[in-house]
């Protein structure tokens, strides 16, 4: 399906089919991550994606849900997106859903109008990682936007109709910044008050610069139960309207649920259980983990 390089998706699109309309990620900086290190930035050319859509109309033509990838769709021109949509909805009679990934700086660099045109449409669903709220975590990991920034991205989309979803990782700040990380990040997701919430947990890869602050022993990474109190933290403090709160990634020690605020007490009391009895047979394997 003329992908280029590993294609990656949120965990809720894993019924989606996936169009890679760009390769790779513009800002690229980011110290936890290798998505895409080993690709250059660019949007394919209008033939491409013409041949992706044909090719997708062909094969899949009772399709309800697409996810538009890799990291920085969204910062394709408006217009292409829209005739891109157009295509879509047009040839796809089924088709109900088109998500979407969306940097912050790429959030920032279009108008409230121009994401309000393409909610009208079909697009339905932007996937911004936010992953710290706290200024020393976001300088330290390369995020390239201020805690200030993230929250005009997220409430820029919330604006404009469309379903926002956030993300953010546990432990990024180390045992350091932990309590801190906890704290701002709840601060910030506050502030935009997504539709959904995701919590990924801090994974390491050999070729991710900060795996060299881990060798020289500059972070040191939470173990699993201090995770969950990292976790539960930015739980008590949250103050959302109505959000979906998922850490079902792989990454994740343990998967939760819940629709915040209506299931926080129970939700606190799981992981209080968890905590306390130090059930690590509860707990995802290190083994079954992963990216």
């Known amino acids: 399906m003329f992908y280029e390089g590993r294609i990656y998706r949120p965990p809720s699109e894993a019924k989606s089919i996936i169009l890679q309309i760009t390769v790779g990620c513009q800002h690229n900086a980011c110290t936890f991550c290798t998505m895409?290190?080993?690709?250059?930035?660019r949007v394919k050319s209008h033939a491409e994606i013409?041949?992706?859509?044909?090719?997708?109309?062909?094969?899949?033509?009772?399709a309800e849900r697409i996810f538009l990838a890799d990291?920085?769709?969204?910062?394709?021109?408006?217009?292409?997106?829209?005739?891109?949509?157009?295509?879509?909805?047009?040839?796809?009679?089924?088709?109900?859903?088109?998500?979407?990934?969306?940097?912050?700086?790429?959030?920032?660099?279009?108008?409230?109008?121009?994401?309000e045109a393409l909610k009208a449409h079909g697009l339905t669903m932007v996937y911004l990682g936010v992953e710290s709220g706290n200024e020393e975590i976001l300088t330290s990991v390369c995020k390239g936007v201020t805690s200030e920034q993230l929250i005009t991205a997220g409430q820029k989309v919330k604006a404009s109709g469309l379903i926002l979803s956030c993300?953010?990782?546990?432990?990024?700040?180390?045992?350091?910044?932990?309590?801190?990380?906890?704290?701002?990040?709840?601060?910030?997701?506050?502030s935009i008050d997504p539709h959904?919430?995701?919590?990924?947990?801090?994974?390491?890869?050999?070729?991710?610069?900060?795996?060299k602050a881990i060798e020289r022993g500059t972070f040191q990474l939470l173990t699993p139960f201090e995770t969950l109190s990292e976790i539960r933290t930015l739980l008590e403090q949250l103050q959302v309207t109505q959000c979906v709160f998922r850490s079902n990634h792989a990454s994740n020690y343990l998967p939760l649920r819940a629709t915040l605020p209506?299931?926080?007490?129970?939700?606190?009391k799981s992981l209080d259980n968890v905590i306390e009895k130090q059930a690590i047979e509860q707990l995802c394997p290190e083994v079954w983990r992963g990216l």
């Open 196 to 211: 959904y919430l995701g919590a990924l947990t801090l994974m390491v890869e050999p070729l991710a610069p900060l795996s």
């Open 50 to 62: 013409k041949d992706i859509i044909t090719t997708t109309i062909a094969r899949d033509s009772d």
């Open 167 to 190: 993300t953010i990782i546990i432990g990024l700040g180390g045992k350091a910044l932990s309590q801190v990380h906890a704290l701002d990040t709840a601060r910030v997701i506050s």
């Open 262 to 268: 209506f299931d926080r007490e129970e939700l606190l």
């Open 36 to 41: 895409y290190k080993e690709k250059s930035y």
């Open 71 to 115: 990291g920085d769709a969204l910062a394709v021109d408006t217009l292409l997106l829209i005739e891109i949509l157009d295509q879509l909805y047009a040839n796809l009679p089924r088709l109900k859903r088109v998500g979407i990934y969306g940097g912050p700086k790429d959030i920032l660099a279009k108008s409230t109008k121009e994401l």
